[in-house]
């Protein structure tokens, strides 16, 4: 049987370096699988995140030979012949080996401010099919953070987390932003607080998406004009002057009252 | 490293132990109550195993179908639970779920739609109507992300990547906290509460084919049944028929039962469309006995009988163990799904964008073109901690439970889709329990400690070893052993066999030696849900073996029958002392009595 050599960082906060495991090539393997073999014989303290390994919880993103990937969804098979090199997502601090602190983004998550939407009708909402669709896309996103850990804004530059939620968050404030019966405006705190206008629209998001999200194209730019529109357009602003626009204005952290 | 002292306390109304459906849905409802929630998961946050969820939730809204309402929903649960279930629970469930499911539209959800702009619904295995409300096949992530962001909003404390060692008494007895560690750092932290509701799930991983994470050890069946509360039903484990089974590595990966509620039909190696051979008679009157028929129907309920794809999970998964067992299988040891045939692609691609892509990369496999191959796998278990329907109190004060850990709902076979609707029921059920048991006078006092050092020298121990176990042999050998022994069928003998062997397992896991430290050490995590794996797998060994007939989830080769004596009992579990390794005690308890308005419902239409 013919064998791969795994090269796999291992270390913690303090720093830490590769180790190789040459293991057997096994037919349809992913790179989670060959981790775990590695667990369960040479390293049983060999740190990493999984849960459904399935393509659907999204906790075991790491980098592989460099790219950011779910290692559950990554078949030996389809890397190139070699070595095949593991490393943690670099945009996010180590805890252990391949296991980062992604805190950041549960962070980001509860600043959104919530849905407001109005109260329910007899026998619930009417939604259509083609105004639900735009959100469904962005609730496809299983928060792999991938996005996030490839995003330049952060990966390149620690010191803007305090102000720059990522496209995670992005593609969440467009979702609400376009959602059929959400009452909130969130445009202003999505450019002012959140960041909005440091993405330069590189697409480095949406190349890692593994639920094929159309970052860029259909959250990011959509909510960029929106907010261009919000600001230039007079109607709007007097609309926000004086308090009678369609939508409340939302501030960050607002916690909206149960509905 | 030997010797640890509890650094972090926490004081809680409410602890909910698992952050999926069931949880998060009962901290919302504690939370809205007014009082202190704290939550602890052993993943991240939106982790669960409810994102892998895909079909739908059973709601009887009628959507698509007028004449779907509460009655016909309870009498489809029953009837798949072959009766066994806790009917007041089936109730319950049934008359709540529409409601459950419009309020997460108030939180955020995007259902799909139906063309006038209500929730669609879609064809699930033993509901009569189209009755799942779905979105795609990603239900479950839906309703994750839904009560995530809705806790989240509500500024509720989360602990992340915290494993609960056990349950805490104070001195009454009662339930008072728990005592855990983080996964990050392998701290202890110990938490008091007045109220304690078990959210954890399910026990799959004790299995070698298992469609469930690696949390489902069930940790909350053991913790409970430690406790002092009874398990039920423990015997009836769900195979879902349609898991993946090639490549090897991804064998047991779920393949939504959506496949076949969209058109998807199964056939062996010869290609015959088998299931119509495995038509039992209880489900004869209502079954399609041609394929032209069958066809019809995915377009009118009204003009033809139901297809017997859609047959209940236990009858389905049955009925592809036989024929694989007669040699018509597929290549891998399977059969054959095939919806390629019968859909076009755009509507393959559409309404399982998820399966379309979860084939193509990993099995190389392309739905809209092809077959896939599939067979049985692990998938769900309907016994549980046994609990009050209308409050799900456990039979232990400050104890409640909810959702997959929750025995009773769903009988001897849950139907696909009422998994998801019995999380939101119940587990909003179980955070009004708890609020009322708080509202009730129940106070915070201590903890016995002695409880807590002796949890923690137990997780501790295999640091203390130079020489033993490995803690990933013991779990392999369990997979193996219950797979082969308590599996899809079962016979005295092997279930015998299994008993026995969960003991020699045991004292094993008694002698596991670890290296390395306690941060993120994944060798030493699998080491403390080893303990819940064994004690939810004897339970299950002592269920099947008592339980002398065949229902649902438990297919006994001889006994293939059912007995009319088993069924008016569950086979219940308790021990006394707490601790893991100790002598559980199995006995038949009677099922719940059916007042005779109900019981009129279960004989229409039979």
């Known amino acids: 049987m013919s064998q791969v050599s795994m090269r796999i960082w291992r270390g913690d906060a303090n720093g830490g370096d590769f180790e190789t495991y040459t293991v057997d090539k096994q037919e349809g393997e992913v790179v989670l699988d060959v981790i775990h073999r590695i667990q369960a014989t040479e390293a049983p303290d060999l740190a990493c995140r999984w849960n459904c390994k399935a393509g659907k919880c999204g906790s075991c993103a790491a980098e592989v030979n460099g790219k950011p990937r779910l290692m559950c969804m990554t078949r030996m098979d389809q890397l190139p012949e070699g070595d095949v090199t593991v490393t943690p997502m670099k945009t996010f601090p180590i805890i252990r080996d391949l296991v980062t602190d992604v805190s950041f983004n549960y962070a980001m998550a509860e600043r959104v401010p919530a849905l407001l939407p109005p109260p329910m009708p007899e026998g619930g909402y009417r939604m259509f099919q083609e105004d639900v669709e735009r959100g469904q896309e962005f609730r496809k996103c299983i928060e792999c953070f991938m996005c996030q850990n490839v995003c330049h804004v952060i990966r390149d530059h620690e010191e803007n987390k305090a102000h720059y939620a990522g496209p995670r968050f992005f593609i969440r404030y467009a979702e609400l932003e376009m959602h059929p019966l959400d009452q909130n405006d969130r445009r202003e705190l999505a450019q002012e607080v959140m960041g909005l206008g440091y993405c330069n629209i590189t697409k480095c998001c949406t190349e890692v998406c593994p639920e094929h999200i159309k970052i860029t194209d259909n959250a990011i730019i959509p909510l960029k004009e929106r907010v261009v529109d919000a600001k230039y357009d007079p109607v709007a602003w007097l609309g926000r002057k004086i308090r009678r626009g369609s939508k409340r204005s939302a501030t960050d952290a607002q916690v909206q009252p149960a509905p | ?606």
């Open chain 2, 1 to 606: 490293m030997t010797t640890a002292t509890v650094t972090e306390h926490h004081d809680y109304d409410v602890l909910i132990i698992g952050a999926g459906g069931a949880g998060l849905r009962a901290a919302i409802e504690a939370k809205q109550r007014g009082l202190k929630v704290g939550i602890i998961t052993k993943s991240l946050l939106g982790k669960a195993h409810t994102v892998m969820a895909e079909g739908g939730m059973a709601a009887a809204m009628g959507n698509v179908y007028e004449e779907d309402n509460w009655q016909v929903h309870f009498r489809d649960t029953m009837r798949g639970g072959k009766y066994l279930n806790n009917y007041r629970m089936a109730e319950l469930h049934a008359k709540e779920s529409p409601e459950r499911v419009w309020e997460l539209e108030q939180w955020g959800a995007l259902f799909d739609r139906t063309p006038d702009g209500k929730i669609l619904q879609r064809d699930f295995g033993g509901h009569r109507y189209a009755r799942l409300a779905h979105v795609g096949d990603r239900t479950g992530l839906e309703l994750i992300r839904t009560l995530q962001q809705k806790v989240v909003s509500m500024g509720t404390d989360v602990f992340m990547e915290c494993k609960v060692l056990r349950l805490l008494h104070d001195a009454n007895g009662s339930v008072a906290g728990c005592v855990a560690y983080w996964r990050p750092s392998g701290e202890f932290v110990t938490f008091s509460a007045k109220a304690v509701v078990l959210a954890t799930g399910g026990v799959g991983k004790s299995w070698k084919f298992t469609s469930n994470s690696w949390e489902g050890t069930g940790d909350g069946h053991a913790m409970a049944l430690w406790a002092g509360a009874e398990l039920i039903d423990m015997e009836c484990i769900q195979f879902h028929p349609t898991g993946m089974v090639w490549p090897l590595s991804v064998r047991g990966i779920l393949v939504t039962e959506g496949v076949r509620g969209d058109g998807g039909v199964l056939r062996n190696s010869e290609g015959e469309r088998f299931m119509f051979n495995y038509v039992a008679d209880m489900f004869r009157a209502e079954t399609a006995d041609s394929e032209e028929e069958a066809d019809r129907w995915y377009d009118d309920h009204a003009a033809g009988r139901r297809p017997p794809e859609l047959l209940p999970r236990d009858e389905v998964a049955r009925a592809i163990n036989a024929e694989v067992k007669a040699g018509r299988g597929s290549p891998h040891g399977g059969v054959f799904l095939d919806i390629a045939s019968r859909r076009s692609a755009e509507f393959i691609r559409r309404r399982l964008p998820s399966m379309y892509h979860q084939f193509m990369e990993l099995a190389g496999v392309d739905i809209t073109r092809e077959a896939m191959e599939i067979g049985p796998t692990c998938h769900y278990i309907m016994g549980g901690v046994k609990v009050d329907a209308d409050s799900a109190a456990t039979k232990v004060k400050g104890l409640f439970a909810a959702g997959e850990v929750a025995g009773g709902m769903h009988g001897a076979n849950r139907l696909g889709g009422n998994s998801l609707s019995d999380l939101i029921v119940f587990g909003r059920r179980a955070g009004m329990g708890a609020a009322d048991y708080i509202e009730g006078g129940a106070t915070r006092g201590g903890f016995d400690q002695g409880e807590v050092d002796k949890a923690i020298a137990d997780a501790l121990a295999p640091f203390t070893r130079e020489k033993g176990e490995n803690p990933y042999d013991i779990q392999r050998d369990l997979q193996e052993m219950m797979q082969a022994n308590v599996g899809i069928i079962r016979n005295g003998a092997e279930v015998d066999a299994a008993i026995e062997a969960l003991e020699v397992l045991t004292e094993r896991a008694n002698n596991i030696a670890l290296s390395g430290g306690r941060q993120y050490n994944p060798g030493w995590n699998l080491a403390t849900d080893l303990p819940s794996m064994l004690t939810v797998s004897k339970c299950t060994a002592r269920g099947a073996r008592d339980r002398k007939e065949s229902r649902g989830g438990h297919t006994r080769e001889d006994f293939p029958g059912t007995d009319a004596q088993l069924a008016t009992v569950n086979i219940a579990h308790t021990t006394t002392s707490g601790d893991w390794r100790d002598a559980i005690t199995t006995t038949q308890i009677p099922l719940l009595a059916m007042p005779a308005d109900l019981k009129a419902l279960l004989e229409e239409g039979k």
